[in-house]
């Protein structure tokens, strides 16, 4: 029989070797939309649940230049600082709404002077350490799971979810009171 412990194992040490490229090593040729999928597709696998996942589609691109989520490709090509800006998106869309997405990429990526090298790459480091440190944890636990104890597993699950949920709570809450205070402050 198959070992979900093993399986859960194995990816968590392909977790801890991903990383997103650093922005200057983002391909430096603009890319039309398939092209950009498929080079997003082949960076973002590692996070796939199921082959039905799609972690991106043209769909959702487009969706995210509508909505000024990321601004409008150029002559239908993407740049290297789009290929930043989805990656972010597609990361920070799993707990937040794309409204709330786009409230921290205008904070962050849209002042003037802005060095979207180094913001990408102060979310990529960030992004690296939080995965380590809920990685270590999730192998210190599963090392004290029986092989395919599956309520063990799923506790372990539940926990990680509700912890999860505790963190999202207070972002979506920081994030909602930031508005606030903006639109207080943009009336006076």
């Given amino acids: 029989m198959n070992s979900v412990n093993k399986y859960l194992n194995s990816w968590l040490n392909e977790l801890e070797n991903f990383s997103y490229k650093k922005y200057e ?34 769909s959702m691109i487009n969706n995210y230049v509508k909505g000024d989520v990321i601004t409008s ?22 707990v937040l709404s794309i409204a709330e997405v786009k409230q921290i990429i205008d904070e962050k990526h849209r002042k003037d002077n802005v060095n979207h090298d180094e913001v990408f790459n102060n979310f990529r480091e960030l992004m690296n350490e939080k995965n380590k440190i809920a990685i270590s944890e999730a192998k210190e636990v599963l090392n004290n799971i029986e092989e395919n104890d599956l309520e063990q597993l799923t506790d372990l699950a539940l926990n990680f979810a509700v912890t999860a949920n505790a963190y999202i709570n207070i972002s979506k809450r920081i994030l909602f009171l930031k508005r606030i205070f903006e639109d207080t402050k943009e009336n006076d």
Avoid: G, W
């Avoid at 430096?28 to 972690?55: A, G, N, R």
């Avoid at 490709?73 to 799993?94: D, F, G």
């Fill in 73 to 94: 490709p150029i002559s239908k090509r993407y740049n290297r600082e789009h290929m930043a800006l989805i990656e972010e998106v597609c990361t920070l869309k799993q």
């Fill in 25 to 58: 090593e983002l391909p430096d040729i603009d890319l039309y939309m398939d092209q950009l999928i498929t080079y997003l597709e082949k960076q973002l696998q590692i996070f796939q649940t199921s082959s039905l996942d799609k972690q991106i589609t043209p």
